[in-house]
């Protein structure tokens, strides 16, 4: 609830780097596959993209106009530029990734439960 991030040293419990920027609560946090990264979205909308080492802010991206909360929004990570932006009925309450970045998984509040071609932006089944 205090709009910061923070990282901590699992073996000794010291925090190691805390990532202030968000005007609202934080809601989610993920880290790259390779670790280098740290994504964290706030209430806003917005969602900031962190060296995982520095702690340094890297690109913020904020949700456009209309139902950003019925969409999923695949980003250029490298350009920041949108590169999809799949319907979903409803809300949406969970999204992840396959670890070969193929496929982007969502869920709304209705329970509804999608799977996307990451690239395509095209409902696959799973």
């Known amino acids: 609830m205090d709009r910061t991030v923070k990282v901590w040293d699992a073996a000794s419990g010291q925090v190691l780097l805390t990532l202030n ?28 993209v962190w060296d995982a080492h520095s702690g340094r802010p890297l690109l913020t991206l904020r949700a456009a106009g209309g139902s950003p909360d019925t969409k999923v929004t695949v ?27 193929r496929r982007i998984f969502s869920a709304s509040e209705e329970g509804i439960l999608r ?11 799973p």
């Open 21 to 48: 920027g968000h005007r609202q609560p934080v809601l989610c946090v993920a880290v790259s596959a390779d670790g280098s990264r740290i994504v964290s979205g706030a209430y806003e909308g917005e969602l900031k």
């Open 75 to 101: 980003w250029d990570r490298a350009r920041g530029r949108n590169l999809l932006t799949p319907g979903h009925p409803g809300r949406i309450r969970w999204v992840a990734m396959s670890t070969d970045g």
């Open 115 to 125: 799977t996307w071609d990451a690239v395509s932006g095209q409902p696959r089944l």
